[in-house]
Protein backbone atom coordinates (compact mmCIF):
# COMPACT_ATOMS: atom_id res chain seq x y z
CA UNK A 1 0.00 0.00 0.00
CA UNK A 2 1.52 3.46 -1.02
CA UNK A 3 1.25 6.60 1.18
CA UNK A 4 -1.56 7.75 -0.71
CA UNK A 5 -3.70 5.26 -0.47
CA UNK A 6 -3.14 4.74 3.36
CA UNK A 7 -3.85 8.30 3.74
CA UNK A 8 -7.29 7.71 2.16
CA UNK A 9 -9.75 7.26 4.43
CA UNK A 10 -11.13 3.55 5.40
CA UNK A 11 -13.56 2.20 3.06
CA UNK A 12 -16.50 1.66 5.11
CA UNK A 13 -18.32 -1.63 4.52
CA UNK A 14 -17.62 -3.66 7.70
CA UNK A 15 -19.15 -0.52 9.82
CA UNK A 16 -22.62 -0.48 7.69
CA UNK A 17 -26.07 -1.61 9.68
CA UNK A 18 -25.88 -4.74 7.28
CA UNK A 19 -22.32 -5.84 7.61
CA UNK A 20 -22.91 -5.87 11.71
CA UNK A 21 -26.01 -7.10 12.39
CA UNK A 22 -24.42 -10.13 10.19
CA UNK A 23 -21.57 -9.92 12.26
CA UNK A 24 -23.71 -10.64 15.30
CA UNK A 25 -25.77 -13.27 13.62
CA UNK A 26 -22.62 -15.17 12.64
CA UNK A 27 -21.95 -15.53 16.78
CA UNK A 28 -24.83 -17.55 17.45
CA UNK A 29 -25.23 -19.65 14.15
CA UNK A 30 -21.45 -20.48 14.45
CA UNK A 31 -22.58 -22.94 17.50
CA UNK A 32 -24.83 -24.66 15.08
CA UNK A 33 -24.20 -27.96 13.21
CA UNK A 34 -25.94 -28.07 9.92
CA UNK A 35 -26.87 -31.57 11.44
CA UNK A 36 -29.60 -29.62 13.82
CA UNK A 37 -30.65 -27.47 10.90
CA UNK A 38 -31.62 -30.56 8.90
CA UNK A 39 -33.30 -32.28 11.74
CA UNK A 40 -35.24 -29.13 12.84
CA UNK A 41 -36.78 -28.50 9.45
CA UNK A 42 -37.46 -31.91 7.35
CA UNK A 43 -38.55 -29.33 4.68
CA UNK A 44 -35.27 -27.54 4.17
CA UNK A 45 -34.45 -29.03 0.75
CA UNK A 46 -37.79 -28.14 -0.81
CA UNK A 47 -37.10 -24.12 1.30
CA UNK A 48 -34.04 -23.78 -0.29
CA UNK A 49 -33.29 -25.16 -3.55
CA UNK A 50 -34.61 -23.60 -7.12
CA UNK A 51 -35.01 -24.27 -10.31
CA UNK A 52 -34.07 -22.80 -13.93
CA UNK A 53 -34.94 -24.17 -16.90
CA UNK A 54 -33.14 -28.25 -16.57
CA UNK A 55 -30.53 -26.77 -13.49
CA UNK A 56 -31.57 -27.47 -10.32
CA UNK A 57 -29.70 -25.04 -7.49
CA UNK A 58 -29.48 -27.14 -4.16
CA UNK A 59 -28.07 -24.64 -1.42
CA UNK A 60 -29.60 -26.04 1.78
CA UNK A 61 -26.39 -27.69 2.87
CA UNK A 62 -25.04 -24.31 3.99
CA UNK A 63 -24.36 -22.84 7.40
CA UNK A 64 -27.02 -20.88 7.32
CA UNK A 65 -30.85 -20.31 9.15
CA UNK A 66 -34.15 -18.85 8.67
CA UNK A 67 -32.63 -14.90 10.15
CA UNK A 68 -29.50 -15.52 8.16
CA UNK A 69 -30.50 -15.71 4.37
CA UNK A 70 -32.48 -12.18 5.01
CA UNK A 71 -29.94 -10.89 6.59
CA UNK A 72 -27.70 -10.92 3.48
CA UNK A 73 -30.20 -10.01 1.18
CA UNK A 74 -30.16 -6.56 3.32
CA UNK A 75 -26.56 -7.12 2.72
CA UNK A 76 -27.25 -6.55 -1.26
CA UNK A 77 -29.77 -4.37 -0.89
CA UNK A 78 -27.71 -2.52 0.90
CA UNK A 79 -24.79 -2.31 -2.16
CA UNK A 80 -28.14 -1.73 -4.47
CA UNK A 81 -27.41 -4.52 -6.46
CA UNK A 82 -30.54 -4.08 -8.39
CA UNK A 83 -29.39 -0.67 -9.78
CA UNK A 84 -25.96 -2.17 -10.66
CA UNK A 85 -27.37 -4.63 -12.45
CA UNK A 86 -29.31 -2.28 -14.17
CA UNK A 87 -26.11 -0.26 -14.98
CA UNK A 88 -24.60 -3.71 -16.06
CA UNK A 89 -26.91 -4.35 -18.76
CA UNK A 90 -27.46 -0.85 -20.01
CA UNK A 91 -23.76 -0.39 -20.68
CA UNK A 92 -22.74 2.72 -17.76
CA UNK A 93 -18.97 2.58 -18.16
CA UNK A 94 -18.74 0.36 -14.74
CA UNK A 95 -15.08 -0.09 -15.75
CA UNK A 96 -14.19 3.05 -14.39
CA UNK A 97 -10.72 2.81 -13.86
CA UNK A 98 -10.57 2.10 -18.17
CA UNK A 99 -13.66 4.12 -18.50
CA UNK A 100 -15.42 0.70 -20.20
CA UNK A 101 -18.78 -0.42 -20.82
CA UNK A 102 -19.04 -3.86 -19.85
CA UNK A 103 -20.85 -5.58 -22.08
CA UNK A 104 -20.85 -9.48 -22.74
CA UNK A 105 -24.26 -9.64 -21.77
CA UNK A 106 -24.86 -7.70 -25.20
CA UNK A 107 -22.82 -10.93 -26.85
CA UNK A 108 -26.09 -13.55 -25.96
CA UNK A 109 -28.52 -10.67 -25.89
CA UNK A 110 -31.56 -12.29 -28.25
CA UNK A 111 -34.33 -9.25 -27.33
CA UNK A 112 -33.44 -6.56 -28.45
CA UNK A 113 -32.06 -5.25 -31.65
CA UNK A 114 -30.57 -2.00 -30.23
CA UNK A 115 -28.29 -1.48 -27.45
CA UNK A 116 -26.81 2.42 -27.91
CA UNK A 117 -24.07 3.31 -26.72
CA UNK A 118 -21.49 6.11 -27.32
CA UNK A 119 -24.44 6.94 -30.26
CA UNK A 120 -23.84 3.21 -31.72
CA UNK A 121 -25.77 0.10 -31.82
CA UNK A 122 -23.58 -2.27 -30.34
CA UNK A 123 -25.88 -5.15 -30.90
CA UNK A 124 -25.52 -4.77 -34.47
CA UNK A 125 -21.98 -5.00 -34.51
CA UNK A 126 -22.15 -8.32 -32.51
CA UNK A 127 -24.78 -9.46 -35.21
CA UNK A 128 -22.27 -8.41 -37.99
CA UNK A 129 -19.78 -10.57 -36.00
CA UNK A 130 -21.66 -13.47 -34.96
CA UNK A 131 -22.81 -13.63 -38.88
CA UNK A 132 -19.57 -13.86 -39.81
CA UNK A 133 -18.45 -16.25 -37.29
CA UNK A 134 -21.30 -18.45 -39.37
CA UNK A 135 -19.95 -18.29 -42.70
CA UNK A 136 -16.38 -19.21 -41.50
CA UNK A 137 -17.36 -21.95 -39.27
CA UNK A 138 -19.94 -23.58 -42.13
CA UNK A 139 -17.38 -23.18 -44.64
CA UNK A 140 -14.86 -25.03 -42.34
CA UNK A 141 -17.22 -27.62 -41.23
CA UNK A 142 -18.59 -28.36 -44.62
CA UNK A 143 -15.14 -28.91 -45.74
CA UNK A 144 -15.79 -25.60 -48.13
CA UNK A 145 -12.57 -23.82 -46.80
CA UNK A 146 -9.86 -25.63 -48.66
CA UNK A 147 -6.50 -25.05 -47.57
CA UNK A 148 -3.47 -24.91 -49.84
CA UNK A 149 -3.70 -27.69 -52.09
CA UNK A 150 -6.73 -27.76 -51.82
CA UNK A 151 -7.39 -29.84 -48.95
CA UNK A 152 -10.52 -29.33 -46.51
CA UNK A 153 -8.69 -28.31 -42.60
CA UNK A 154 -8.49 -30.94 -40.58
CA UNK A 155 -7.00 -29.86 -37.49
CA UNK A 156 -8.32 -26.03 -35.42
CA UNK A 157 -5.38 -24.28 -33.54
CA UNK A 158 -6.19 -21.94 -31.36
CA UNK A 159 -3.06 -19.52 -30.34
CA UNK A 160 -4.14 -17.32 -27.21
CA UNK A 161 -3.68 -17.19 -23.32
CA UNK A 162 -5.93 -16.14 -20.38
CA UNK A 163 -9.51 -15.35 -21.66
CA UNK A 164 -8.41 -15.64 -25.46
CA UNK A 165 -7.61 -19.50 -24.42
CA UNK A 166 -9.66 -20.62 -21.07
CA UNK A 167 -13.11 -20.26 -22.64
CA UNK A 168 -13.01 -21.63 -25.57
CA UNK A 169 -10.81 -24.06 -24.61
CA UNK A 170 -13.21 -25.37 -21.38
CA UNK A 171 -16.50 -24.99 -23.72
CA UNK A 172 -14.89 -26.64 -26.64
CA UNK A 173 -14.12 -29.89 -24.24
CA UNK A 174 -17.55 -29.58 -22.49
CA UNK A 175 -19.51 -29.99 -25.79
CA UNK A 176 -17.38 -32.71 -27.30
CA UNK A 177 -20.36 -35.28 -28.00
CA UNK A 178 -21.29 -32.05 -30.18
CA UNK A 179 -18.37 -31.51 -32.27
CA UNK A 180 -17.51 -32.85 -35.54
CA UNK A 181 -16.04 -35.69 -35.59
CA UNK A 182 -13.50 -34.95 -38.85
CA UNK A 183 -12.15 -32.14 -37.28
CA UNK A 184 -9.83 -31.98 -34.03
CA UNK A 185 -8.92 -28.69 -32.24
CA UNK A 186 -5.97 -27.94 -29.98
CA UNK A 187 -5.62 -25.26 -27.66
CA UNK A 188 -1.69 -23.83 -27.44
CA UNK A 189 -1.01 -21.11 -24.68
CA UNK A 190 2.04 -21.58 -23.09
CA UNK A 191 5.21 -20.05 -23.92
CA UNK A 192 7.01 -23.24 -22.97
CA UNK A 193 8.17 -24.24 -26.57
CA UNK A 194 6.73 -27.93 -25.88
CA UNK A 195 3.72 -26.59 -25.76
CA UNK A 196 4.02 -25.57 -29.38
CA UNK A 197 5.88 -28.34 -30.54
CA UNK A 198 4.08 -31.20 -29.39
CA UNK A 199 0.87 -29.84 -30.40
CA UNK A 200 2.50 -29.13 -34.36
CA UNK A 201 4.12 -32.67 -33.91
CA UNK A 202 1.67 -34.93 -35.71
CA UNK A 203 0.17 -31.74 -37.72
CA UNK A 204 0.11 -31.37 -42.06
CA UNK A 205 0.60 -27.26 -42.93
CA UNK A 206 -1.67 -28.14 -45.71
CA UNK A 207 -4.41 -29.15 -43.70
CA UNK A 208 -4.02 -26.92 -40.52
CA UNK A 209 -5.91 -23.93 -39.69
CA UNK A 210 -4.57 -21.38 -37.00
CA UNK A 211 -6.79 -18.51 -34.65
CA UNK A 212 -4.53 -15.43 -33.33
CA UNK A 213 -7.33 -14.85 -30.79
CA UNK A 214 -6.17 -11.76 -28.54
CA UNK A 215 -8.06 -9.03 -27.58
CA UNK A 216 -5.00 -6.89 -27.53
CA UNK A 217 -2.67 -8.49 -30.06
CA UNK A 218 0.31 -7.08 -27.89
CA UNK A 219 0.36 -10.32 -25.73
CA UNK A 220 3.76 -12.06 -25.81
CA UNK A 221 2.68 -15.26 -25.71
CA UNK A 222 0.64 -14.92 -28.25
CA UNK A 223 2.42 -13.54 -30.54
CA UNK A 224 5.06 -15.50 -30.21
CA UNK A 225 3.58 -18.77 -30.44
CA UNK A 226 2.10 -17.30 -33.31
CA UNK A 227 5.00 -16.45 -35.17
CA UNK A 228 6.07 -20.01 -34.48
CA UNK A 229 3.61 -21.43 -35.92
CA UNK A 230 3.74 -19.00 -39.06
CA UNK A 231 7.37 -20.26 -39.43
CA UNK A 232 6.27 -23.94 -39.29
CA UNK A 233 3.52 -23.35 -41.86
CA UNK A 234 5.81 -21.40 -44.09
CA UNK A 235 8.56 -24.14 -44.19
CA UNK A 236 6.60 -26.18 -46.14
CA UNK A 237 3.86 -23.52 -47.44
CA UNK A 238 6.34 -20.89 -48.92
CA UNK A 239 3.83 -18.67 -51.31
CA UNK A 240 2.87 -16.29 -48.57
CA UNK A 241 -0.76 -16.00 -50.48
CA UNK A 242 -1.33 -18.86 -48.79
CA UNK A 243 -1.61 -17.86 -44.97
CA UNK A 244 -4.72 -16.47 -46.01
CA UNK A 245 -6.04 -19.80 -46.44
CA UNK A 246 -4.30 -20.78 -42.91
CA UNK A 247 -4.23 -17.89 -40.36
CA UNK A 248 -7.54 -15.86 -38.85
CA UNK A 249 -7.14 -13.37 -36.00
CA UNK A 250 -9.61 -12.19 -33.27
CA UNK A 251 -9.08 -9.09 -31.95
CA UNK A 252 -9.70 -5.65 -31.37
CA UNK A 253 -6.38 -4.33 -32.47
CA UNK A 254 -6.78 -4.56 -36.59
CA UNK A 255 -3.84 -2.86 -37.30
CA UNK A 256 -1.36 -5.34 -35.53
CA UNK A 257 -2.91 -8.51 -36.80
CA UNK A 258 -2.76 -7.11 -40.66
CA UNK A 259 0.77 -6.49 -39.33
CA UNK A 260 1.19 -9.76 -38.55
CA UNK A 261 0.38 -10.78 -41.81
CA UNK A 262 -3.16 -11.80 -41.50
CA UNK A 263 -5.40 -10.63 -44.27
CA UNK A 264 -8.43 -8.09 -43.54
CA UNK A 265 -11.11 -10.29 -44.49
CA UNK A 266 -9.87 -12.99 -41.97
CA UNK A 267 -9.52 -10.68 -38.99
CA UNK A 268 -12.79 -11.47 -36.47
CA UNK A 269 -13.54 -8.46 -34.38
CA UNK A 270 -14.24 -7.79 -30.53
CA UNK A 271 -14.23 -4.83 -28.95
CA UNK A 272 -13.15 -3.16 -25.63
CA UNK A 273 -16.52 -3.19 -23.91
CA UNK A 274 -15.94 -7.21 -23.52
CA UNK A 275 -13.37 -8.40 -21.15
CA UNK A 276 -11.01 -10.48 -21.58
CA UNK A 277 -12.45 -13.39 -19.00
CA UNK A 278 -15.81 -13.21 -20.08
CA UNK A 279 -15.31 -13.58 -23.87
CA UNK A 280 -16.17 -16.61 -25.09
CA UNK A 281 -19.74 -15.13 -26.36
CA UNK A 282 -18.02 -13.36 -28.89
CA UNK A 283 -15.66 -13.87 -31.92
CA UNK A 284 -12.93 -15.26 -29.03
CA UNK A 285 -15.70 -18.57 -29.57
CA UNK A 286 -14.63 -18.92 -32.92
CA UNK A 287 -13.40 -22.52 -31.96
CA UNK A 288 -16.35 -23.25 -29.81
CA UNK A 289 -17.97 -22.37 -33.70
CA UNK A 290 -16.03 -24.63 -35.53
CA UNK A 291 -16.18 -27.21 -33.07
CA UNK A 292 -19.78 -27.98 -32.46
CA UNK A 293 -21.51 -25.67 -35.36
CA UNK A 294 -23.34 -22.21 -34.98
CA UNK A 295 -26.30 -23.53 -34.21
CA UNK A 296 -25.16 -25.03 -31.37
CA UNK A 297 -22.71 -22.08 -30.42
CA UNK A 298 -26.45 -19.72 -30.67
CA UNK A 299 -27.57 -22.23 -27.75
CA UNK A 300 -24.68 -21.93 -25.75
CA UNK A 301 -25.41 -18.23 -26.25
CA UNK A 302 -29.25 -18.60 -25.40
CA UNK A 303 -28.16 -20.67 -22.02
CA UNK A 304 -26.49 -16.98 -20.88
CA UNK A 305 -29.09 -15.60 -22.21
CA UNK A 306 -31.63 -17.70 -20.20
CA UNK A 307 -29.29 -16.91 -17.18
CA UNK A 308 -29.49 -12.84 -17.60
CA UNK A 309 -33.08 -13.01 -17.54
CA UNK A 310 -32.91 -14.70 -14.79
CA UNK A 311 -30.34 -12.28 -12.88
CA UNK A 312 -32.30 -9.37 -14.16
CA UNK A 313 -36.03 -10.35 -12.94
CA UNK A 314 -35.63 -12.31 -10.22
CA UNK A 315 -35.76 -11.02 -6.93
CA UNK A 316 -32.81 -11.34 -4.60
CA UNK A 317 -34.53 -14.08 -2.63
CA UNK A 318 -34.81 -16.57 -5.54
CA UNK A 319 -31.98 -15.20 -7.73
CA UNK A 320 -29.57 -18.04 -8.21
CA UNK A 321 -26.02 -16.08 -8.98
CA UNK A 322 -27.30 -13.75 -5.95
CA UNK A 323 -27.54 -16.37 -3.32
CA UNK A 324 -24.52 -17.96 -4.79
CA UNK A 325 -22.51 -14.60 -4.35
CA UNK A 326 -23.97 -14.24 -0.58
CA UNK A 327 -23.24 -17.65 0.32
CA UNK A 328 -19.66 -16.88 -0.66
CA UNK A 329 -19.34 -13.48 1.19
CA UNK A 330 -21.25 -15.24 3.87
CA UNK A 331 -18.12 -17.98 4.07
CA UNK A 332 -14.77 -15.80 2.54
CA UNK A 333 -15.89 -12.66 5.25
CA UNK A 334 -17.17 -13.96 8.62
CA UNK A 335 -16.48 -17.42 9.00
CA UNK A 336 -12.74 -16.79 7.24
CA UNK A 337 -12.97 -19.26 4.29
CA UNK A 338 -10.30 -18.21 1.75
CA UNK A 339 -10.78 -21.11 -0.64
CA UNK A 340 -14.04 -22.02 -2.89
CA UNK A 341 -13.66 -25.82 -4.14
CA UNK A 342 -15.33 -25.99 -8.19
CA UNK A 343 -16.13 -29.71 -8.36
CA UNK A 344 -17.95 -30.91 -11.35
CA UNK A 345 -18.68 -35.06 -11.97
CA UNK A 346 -18.35 -34.58 -15.63
CA UNK A 347 -15.02 -36.04 -17.25
CA UNK A 348 -16.11 -33.00 -20.41
CA UNK A 349 -16.06 -30.22 -17.50
CA UNK A 350 -12.19 -30.65 -16.73
CA UNK A 351 -10.96 -27.46 -17.33
CA UNK A 352 -14.15 -26.12 -15.53
CA UNK A 353 -12.40 -24.77 -12.86
CA UNK A 354 -9.55 -23.50 -14.16
CA UNK A 355 -11.82 -21.25 -16.35
CA UNK A 356 -13.35 -19.95 -13.52
CA UNK A 357 -10.16 -19.27 -11.77
CA UNK A 358 -9.14 -16.69 -13.88
CA UNK A 359 -13.02 -15.09 -14.15
CA UNK A 360 -13.29 -14.82 -10.60
CA UNK A 361 -9.50 -14.12 -9.49
CA UNK A 362 -9.24 -11.98 -11.85
CA UNK A 363 -12.23 -9.80 -11.12
CA UNK A 364 -12.18 -10.06 -7.15
CA UNK A 365 -8.75 -10.28 -6.57
CA UNK A 366 -8.39 -6.70 -5.85
CA UNK A 367 -7.40 -4.59 -2.53
CA UNK A 368 -8.68 -1.39 -3.36
CA UNK A 369 -12.09 -0.39 -3.41
CA UNK A 370 -13.61 1.41 -6.05
CA UNK A 371 -12.11 4.86 -4.70
CA UNK A 372 -9.08 3.70 -4.20
CA UNK A 373 -9.03 3.59 -0.81
CA UNK A 374 -7.37 -0.30 0.55
CA UNK A 375 -10.47 -2.32 1.75
CA UNK A 376 -10.92 -3.32 5.18
CA UNK A 377 -12.14 -6.43 4.40
CA UNK A 378 -10.71 -9.73 2.48
CA UNK A 379 -12.09 -10.17 -1.26
CA UNK A 380 -12.04 -13.04 -3.79
CA UNK A 381 -10.85 -16.64 -2.41
CA UNK A 382 -8.61 -18.90 -4.26
CA UNK A 383 -10.67 -20.75 -6.73
CA UNK A 384 -9.62 -24.19 -6.73
CA UNK A 385 -11.12 -27.71 -8.24
CA UNK A 386 -10.79 -30.37 -10.05
CA UNK A 387 -13.39 -33.16 -11.21
CA UNK A 388 -14.63 -34.38 -8.62
CA UNK A 389 -14.27 -37.77 -8.87
CA UNK A 390 -10.55 -37.50 -9.19
CA UNK A 391 -10.45 -34.95 -6.27
CA UNK A 392 -11.55 -37.69 -3.76
CA UNK A 393 -8.22 -39.23 -3.98
CA UNK A 394 -6.43 -36.68 -4.21
CA UNK A 395 -7.41 -32.98 -1.81
CA UNK A 396 -10.99 -34.13 -0.27
CA UNK A 397 -9.17 -35.29 2.54
CA UNK A 398 -8.35 -31.71 3.44
CA UNK A 399 -11.70 -30.90 2.50
CA UNK A 400 -13.25 -33.22 5.30
CA UNK A 401 -10.93 -33.35 8.27
CA UNK A 402 -8.56 -30.72 7.56
CA UNK A 403 -8.27 -27.39 9.56
CA UNK A 404 -9.89 -25.02 6.73
CA UNK A 405 -13.42 -24.27 5.82
CA UNK A 406 -13.76 -24.62 2.28
CA UNK A 407 -17.16 -24.37 0.56
CA UNK A 408 -17.46 -26.15 -2.30
CA UNK A 409 -19.85 -26.69 -5.88
CA UNK A 410 -20.59 -29.84 -6.97
CA UNK A 411 -21.73 -29.61 -10.21
CA UNK A 412 -23.27 -33.34 -11.72
CA UNK A 413 -25.23 -33.90 -14.89
CA UNK A 414 -28.39 -36.54 -14.28
CA UNK A 415 -27.70 -38.48 -17.64
CA UNK A 416 -24.90 -38.43 -19.51
CA UNK A 417 -25.01 -38.46 -23.74
CA UNK A 418 -23.76 -41.99 -23.99
CA UNK A 419 -24.13 -43.21 -20.28
CA UNK A 420 -23.48 -46.57 -19.30
CA UNK A 421 -26.02 -46.75 -16.19
CA UNK A 422 -23.67 -48.16 -13.71
CA UNK A 423 -20.99 -46.17 -14.39
CA UNK A 424 -23.24 -43.11 -14.01
CA UNK A 425 -25.06 -44.29 -11.03
CA UNK A 426 -21.98 -45.21 -9.53
CA UNK A 427 -20.98 -41.24 -10.04
CA UNK A 428 -24.03 -39.63 -8.88
CA UNK A 429 -23.54 -42.04 -5.89
CA UNK A 430 -20.14 -40.35 -4.91
CA UNK A 431 -21.95 -36.98 -5.26
CA UNK A 432 -24.85 -37.21 -2.99
CA UNK A 433 -22.19 -39.27 -0.71
CA UNK A 434 -19.76 -36.58 -0.75
CA UNK A 435 -21.70 -33.35 0.06
CA UNK A 436 -23.39 -36.10 2.61
CA UNK A 437 -20.04 -36.75 4.38
CA UNK A 438 -19.09 -33.28 4.40
CA UNK A 439 -22.64 -31.94 5.92
CA UNK A 440 -22.98 -34.46 8.75
CA UNK A 441 -19.74 -35.59 9.16
CA UNK A 442 -19.36 -38.66 11.58
CA UNK A 443 -20.00 -38.43 15.43
CA UNK A 444 -17.53 -40.32 17.89
CA UNK A 445 -20.60 -42.64 18.70
CA UNK A 446 -21.33 -43.59 15.19
CA UNK A 447 -18.02 -44.76 14.76
CA UNK A 448 -17.56 -46.19 18.06
CA UNK A 449 -20.58 -48.21 16.65
CA UNK A 450 -19.54 -49.08 13.31
CA UNK A 451 -16.06 -50.35 14.92
CA UNK A 452 -18.06 -52.33 17.38
CA UNK A 453 -19.75 -54.13 14.40
CA UNK A 454 -16.35 -54.75 12.29
CA UNK A 455 -15.62 -56.87 15.68
CA UNK A 456 -12.73 -54.24 16.81
CA UNK A 457 -11.32 -54.77 20.78
CA UNK A 458 -11.84 -51.93 23.08
CA UNK A 459 -7.95 -50.84 22.92
CA UNK A 460 -8.75 -50.61 19.03
CA UNK A 461 -11.37 -48.72 19.08
CA UNK A 462 -10.19 -45.83 21.94
CA UNK A 463 -7.18 -45.81 19.86
CA UNK A 464 -8.64 -45.16 16.39
CA UNK A 465 -11.80 -43.23 17.67
CA UNK A 466 -9.93 -39.32 17.05
CA UNK A 467 -8.68 -40.45 13.78
CA UNK A 468 -12.18 -42.01 12.18
CA UNK A 469 -14.22 -38.54 14.23
CA UNK A 470 -14.90 -36.31 11.04
CA UNK A 471 -16.62 -32.70 12.83
CA UNK A 472 -18.60 -32.43 9.46
CA UNK A 473 -20.43 -29.10 8.83
CA UNK A 474 -18.83 -28.37 5.66
CA UNK A 475 -20.66 -26.45 3.41
CA UNK A 476 -22.15 -26.94 -0.52
CA UNK A 477 -23.99 -26.28 -3.40
CA UNK A 478 -24.92 -28.50 -5.29
CA UNK A 479 -26.28 -27.98 -9.25
CA UNK A 480 -27.89 -30.81 -11.11
CA UNK A 481 -28.45 -30.76 -14.82
CA UNK A 482 -30.02 -32.79 -17.21
CA UNK A 483 -27.77 -33.15 -19.10
CA UNK A 484 -23.99 -30.80 -19.78
CA UNK A 485 -26.13 -29.61 -23.26
CA UNK A 486 -24.72 -26.08 -24.88
CA UNK A 487 -28.04 -23.99 -23.22
CA UNK A 488 -27.49 -25.80 -19.89
CA UNK A 489 -23.55 -24.46 -19.85
CA UNK A 490 -24.46 -21.24 -20.69
CA UNK A 491 -26.38 -20.67 -17.97
CA UNK A 492 -24.12 -22.25 -15.77
CA UNK A 493 -21.11 -20.11 -17.02
CA UNK A 494 -23.52 -16.79 -17.02
CA UNK A 495 -24.16 -17.93 -13.50
CA UNK A 496 -21.39 -17.41 -12.29
CA UNK A 497 -20.20 -14.48 -14.25
CA UNK A 498 -23.36 -12.77 -12.30
CA UNK A 499 -22.48 -14.10 -8.86
CA UNK A 500 -18.98 -12.86 -9.28
CA UNK A 501 -20.60 -9.56 -10.33
CA UNK A 502 -22.59 -9.43 -7.23
CA UNK A 503 -19.90 -10.02 -5.05
CA UNK A 504 -17.12 -7.11 -7.04
CA UNK A 505 -20.26 -5.03 -6.00
CA UNK A 506 -21.00 -5.67 -2.34
CA UNK A 507 -16.92 -5.28 -2.09
CA UNK A 508 -16.85 -2.18 -3.72
CA UNK A 509 -14.80 -3.26 -6.42
CA UNK A 510 -14.02 -2.96 -10.01
CA UNK A 511 -14.18 -6.49 -11.18
CA UNK A 512 -13.03 -5.63 -14.73
CA UNK A 513 -10.12 -4.42 -14.63
CA UNK A 514 -6.61 -6.47 -13.86
CA UNK A 515 -3.71 -3.83 -12.90
CA UNK A 516 -2.04 -6.28 -11.11
CA UNK A 517 -1.45 -8.88 -13.90
CA UNK A 518 0.28 -5.57 -15.58
CA UNK A 519 3.72 -5.67 -13.60
CA UNK A 520 4.83 -8.73 -14.30
CA UNK A 521 4.22 -8.10 -17.99
CA UNK A 522 5.97 -5.87 -17.94
CA UNK A 523 9.20 -6.68 -15.79
CA UNK A 524 9.11 -10.10 -17.81
CA UNK A 525 9.60 -7.39 -21.24
CA UNK A 526 13.18 -5.81 -19.81
CA UNK A 527 13.90 -9.04 -18.17
CA UNK A 528 13.66 -10.50 -22.04
CA UNK A 529 15.84 -7.56 -22.83
CA UNK A 530 18.81 -8.48 -20.77
CA UNK A 531 18.88 -12.39 -21.63
CA UNK A 532 20.09 -11.33 -24.72
CA UNK A 533 23.72 -10.73 -23.66
CA UNK A 534 25.27 -11.93 -21.30
CA UNK A 535 27.22 -9.19 -19.45
CA UNK A 536 25.66 -9.78 -15.70
CA UNK A 537 22.91 -7.90 -14.40
CA UNK A 538 23.34 -5.43 -11.62
CA UNK A 539 19.77 -3.31 -10.93
CA UNK A 540 17.93 -5.95 -9.68
CA UNK A 541 17.53 -6.67 -6.24
CA UNK A 542 19.85 -9.77 -4.92
CA UNK A 543 17.78 -12.91 -5.33
CA UNK A 544 16.73 -11.45 -8.73
CA UNK A 545 19.90 -10.62 -10.17
CA UNK A 546 21.42 -14.18 -8.80
CA UNK A 547 19.30 -15.99 -10.48
CA UNK A 548 19.37 -14.16 -13.77
CA UNK A 549 22.84 -14.32 -13.82
CA UNK A 550 23.07 -18.33 -12.92
CA UNK A 551 20.72 -18.96 -15.43
CA UNK A 552 22.97 -16.72 -17.59
CA UNK A 553 26.30 -18.95 -16.72
CA UNK A 554 24.53 -21.98 -17.10
CA UNK A 555 22.59 -22.10 -20.55
CA UNK A 556 23.90 -23.56 -22.97
CA UNK A 557 26.39 -21.10 -25.49
O1 LIG B 1 -3.78 -12.04 -17.93
C1 LIG B 1 -4.04 -10.74 -18.30
C2 LIG B 1 -4.84 -10.68 -19.55
O2 LIG B 1 -4.95 -9.35 -19.93
C3 LIG B 1 -6.22 -11.32 -19.40
O3 LIG B 1 -7.14 -10.49 -18.84
C4 LIG B 1 -6.50 -11.71 -20.80
O4 LIG B 1 -7.54 -12.62 -20.89
C5 LIG B 1 -5.17 -12.25 -21.22
O5 LIG B 1 -4.22 -11.39 -20.62
C6 LIG B 1 -4.93 -12.31 -22.71
O6 LIG B 1 -5.02 -11.05 -23.29
P1 LIG B 1 -5.18 -10.87 -24.84
O7 LIG B 1 -6.46 -11.50 -25.24
O8 LIG B 1 -5.17 -9.38 -25.07
O9 LIG B 1 -4.01 -11.53 -25.52
Known amino acids: MNRDQAARRPTTLTNTPAWNALQQHYKSIAQQHMRQLFN ?31 LLFNLARQADVSGWINRLFSGDKINHTEQRSVLHTALRNLNDSTLMVDAENLLAKVQHELARMETISDAIRSRRWLGCNQQPITDIVNIGIGGSDLGPKMVTEALRPYAAHDLRNHFVSNLDENHILDTLEYLKPETTLFIISSKSFSTIETLMNGQTARRWFQTTVKDPTQLRHHF ?3 T ?53 FEADMH ?22 NFFGAKNYAIL ?76 IAEHHRALMANVFAQTEALMKGRTADEVMYEMKQQGLSKEQIDRLLPYR ?49 ELGKKLSKEIIDELHHDAPSTHHDASTNGLINYYKRKRPG
Open 40 to 70: ADPQRFDRMHLICNDILFDYSKNIVDETTLP
Open 344 to 419: PYDEHMKSFSAYLQQADMESNGKSVDREGNPVGYSTGPVIFGEIGIKGQHAFYQLLHQGTQLIPADFLAPITDHKP
Open 469 to 517: VFDGNRPSNTFLFQTLAPRTLGSLIAFYEHKIFVQGIIWNLNSFDQWGV
Open 252 to 304: TNQQAAVEFGIPAENILQIWDWVGGRYSLWSAIGLPIAIAIGMDNFRELLRGG
Open 311 to 332: FCTTALEKNIPVIMALLGIWYN
Open 248 to 250: LAV
